[in-house]
């Protein structure tokens, strides 16, 4: 029974999966028109998969190969390169929404497309050039609003538990080893609330301790420590990586703590607005052109 269901689920992909494809070879190129409700609900999905992607990356690529966010050149390099694989696999996902969309028959997406067409009026309808070779550049485009939003090329990749983490942002000098303060741990919490634990970037529903940076059992001596607010989840998850001789019990994902940066724009849109329009140009200087000749 449960073979039955699986075979059925897969030959389901499998049919979704062969519809894509044909979808992508047929309209490569192809001007499509795209109404506000598919293209809200597209950006939807391209929105959630540019995330998941990043974190997906995180999990099965940059943790197993000990890629952290500490590494300053070696991380601005891969977290680059993480952005625009997420963001070319979103801007992908967005095209492919639009297309389905508009051309799936499945009577469920259409009674809920339709009921979403009555509720939000198509006033202005876009004409779109579908190019998949052009995810490259939609994938840079999102790296360059990532950046604009704040964000920091290295926060993608995994954090170091005896580094400053990726959403390490505030910090407070520490005297020596001892515990911080409560004046110093008032101060952490606040950061803490702010900037979240700068290992995993958890800002709610957790106490925050200040973590020695470098940590006490690694500190040499006569360097300077730091103390960064963590969350107690994190701080024991720390306290048995630097007891173990294990390097991937330090590396600690952090692919749910989500921050403004990540929000996904749907850039396909704007920019075939400008193809557009830089072709309407052209065409308009050639026929001006045709009829100075015809003069
Ligand atoms: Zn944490």
């Known amino acids: 029974m449960a073979d039955e269901f699986v075979a059925k689920a897969l030959q389901k992909a499998h049919n979704v999966g062969d519809k894509i494809w044909c979808r992508i070879i047929s309209n490569e190129g192809k001007f499509t028109e795209v109404n506000l409700t598919d293209a809200a609900l597209s950006s939807a999905l391209g929105g959630v998969t540019f995330p998941l992607c990043l974190g997906a990356l995180q999990t099965v690529f940059f943790r197993p190969l000990r890629i952290t966010s500490n590494l300053r050149l070696i991380g601005c390099v891969c977290g680059s390169f993480s952005l625009l694989i997420s963001g070319s696999t979103a801007s992908l996902a967005f095209l492919s929404s639009i297309l389905l969309l508009r051309e799936n028959n499945d009577s469920s997406v259409d009674v809920l497309t339709d009921k979403l067409h009555l509720r939000v009026p198509d006033r202005c309808p876009v004409a779109i050039s579908v190019c998949y070779k052009d995810t490259p550049l939609y ?18 990749l995994p954090s170091s538990l005896i580094h400053p983490g990726a959403f390490a942002r505030g910090y407070i000098p520490a005297k020596g080893q001892n515990y911080a303060s409560v004046a110093v741990r008032q101060k952490l919490t606040l950061l803490g609330k702010k900037y979240g634990c700068h290992s995993c970037g958890k800002r709610w529903r957790t106490s925050f301790v200040g973590d020695h940076m470098p940590p006490n059992k690694l500190v040499r001596k006569g360097q300077r420590q730091w103390f960064y607010p963590q969350c107690t989840s994190c701080s024991s ?39 557009n329009y830089v072709s309407d140009k052209s065409d308009m200087q050639d026929s001006d052109i045709g009829s100075d000749i015809e003069d």
Request: net charge positive; glycine share 8%.
């Open 139 to 156: 994938g840079f485009a999102s790296l360059v609003v990532f950046k604009l939003l704040g964000g920091k090329f290295r926060s993608v």
């Open 237 to 275: 998850l720390q306290g048995a990586a630097v007891s173990s001789m294990s390097r991937l019990l330090r590396v600690k994902t952090h692919g749910s703590s989500l921050r403004l940066y990540h929000l996904w724009l749907p850039l396909p849109i704007p920019l075939a607005l400008l193809r």
